[in-house]
T-cell receptor, first 114, second 113 residues
């Protein structure tokens, strides 16, 4: 079965601190792509970061970075120097080229405390 | 470059009616996907179109259908609406539809009464 698990339904972080959102996935495919999306209250889903499974180097995008552990099928997102604008729902997702759909996790609601 | 445009943003329908939602992808994007988002079920894949062909379909009843036009614009239709169809319907486009990331619209909030 193709599934994505985000074990933390809600998380909170102090402004300027660092927070890590966890994600695990299940697939028997070797070629796939992983994503983190952010959905603020405005409800538009925004791509935060992308990782190719064949790359061992973890992706980074400014204050956002991932810890990709392929063998463990783990793909966590680290947000450094958290800002109020980071408050949103975060979805972990993966896409397998052989299948024309993206599988999303249930999401983690992140609150940022001033 | 303009983003993904979904119309309308809000819709209220009654049970038994049918509804059509529209999605205009980013210029140059040939793949369009549709997702249903509800608090209980999260994001559920509905279907994906590439060059006017449906390439994959999620586990939804036949009341849910879609199509894609030659200009890559897509429509989604739901017939015989049920209360459980109330949801946020998100459209996403991507360049090629394989490894390309999805770019989402603002969604259409459908309420069925």
């Amino acid at each position: 079965a193709q599934t994505v698990t985000q074990s933390q339904p809600e998380m909170s972080v102090q402004e300027a601190e660092t927070v890590t959102l966890s994600c695990t996935y299940d697939t028997s495919e070797s070629d796939y792509y992983l994503f983190w999306y952010k959905q603020p209250p405005s409800r538009q889903m925004i791509l935060v970061i992308r990782q190719e499974a064949y790359k061992q180097q973890n992706a980074t995008e400014n204050r956002f970075s991932v810890n990709f552990q392929k063998a463990a099928k783990s793909f966590s997102l680290k947000i450094s120097d958290s800002q109020l604008g980071d408050a949103a729902m975060y979805f972990c997702a993966y896409r397998i080229p052989a299948y024309d759909k993206v599988i999303f996790g249930p999401g983690t609601s992140l609150s940022v405390i001033p | 470059k303009a983003g993904v445009t979904q119309t309308p943003r809000y819709l209220i329908k009654t049970r038994g009616q049918q509804v059509t939602l529209s999605c205009s992808p980013i210029s140059g994007h040939r793949s369009v996907s549709w997702y249903q988002q509800t608090p209980g079920q999260g994001l559920q894949f509905l279907f994906e179109y590439f060059s006017e062909t449906q390439r994959n379909k999620g586990n939804f009843p036949g009341r849910f259908s879609g199509r894609q036009f030659s200009n890559s614009r897509s429509e989604m239709n739901v017939s015989t609406l049920e209360l459980g169809d109330s949801a946020l319907y998100l459209c996403a486009s991507s360049l090629r539809g394989d490894s390309s990331p999805l770019h989402f619209g603002n969604g259409t909030r459908l309420t069925v009464t």
